[in-house]
């Protein structure tokens, strides 16, 4: 088989900013709150402070890793950096149902074998034989990718 490009997926730019914003905002926001009710407790202060820094550092990952595309060859579906989600022979379903347990405007692909943790959040995400697409992807993109990933798992597994 050839490593042709067969799809691609980009994170809409509209999107992006929208899901950093907003993680960034609550980030912000909880920081703020923690640094100007001091009369609340310490516990209380801290929780704040600590899930505002976590807002703010998920913000800034959000935004690197949105950064990304995903590339479907024929063999494998990979991100821009060369992290390869899944390789085709390994797929055992796609799934875009409305019922998946989906990211939004994505798909769930679930493998044959298990492959190792990762989490790029706002593109994709891999849990034991569960691969996640999806998040800040523009629909028009993530759909047709799905689809044609759906038609090579058929094509390999001679259905």
């Known amino acids: 088989m050839s490593e042709e490009i067969i799809a691609t997926v980009s994170t809409s730019g509209a999107r992006r900013v929208t899901g950093v914003g907003t993680l960034g905002l609550l980030g912000g926001l909880l920081v703020w709150?923690?640094?100007s009710q001091p009369?609340?407790?310490l516990a209380w202060q801290l929780s704040l402070?600590?899930?505002g820094a976590a807002a703010l550092w998920m913000a800034v990952r959000m935004w690197r890793d949105t950064a990304r595309n995903l590339v479907l060859t024929d063999v494998e579906l990979r991100d821009s950096t060369g992290a390869v989600l899944a390789r085709v022979d390994d797929i055992q379903k796609v799934d875009r149902s409305m019922f998946a347990m989906?990211?939004?405007n994505g798909f769930v692909i679930r493998l044959k074998t298990p492959g190792s943790r990762a989490w790029h959040p706002g593109?994709?995400?891999r849990f034991g034989r569960r691969?996640?697409?999806g998040g800040v992807t523009?629909?028009?993109d993530s759909?047709?990718?799905?689809d044609a990933l759906a038609i090579l798992v058929a094509r390999q597994s001679g259905s």
């Open 123 to 125: 593109l994709w995400w």
């Open 39 to 41: 009369a609340a407790g």
């Open 143 to 146: 759909k047709p990718l799905a």
């Open 33 to 35: 709150m923690a640094a």
């Open 49 to 51: 402070a600590l899930m």
């Open 102 to 104: 989906k990211p939004s």
């Open 131 to 133: 691969v996640a697409v």
């Open 138 to 140: 523009a629909g028009r």
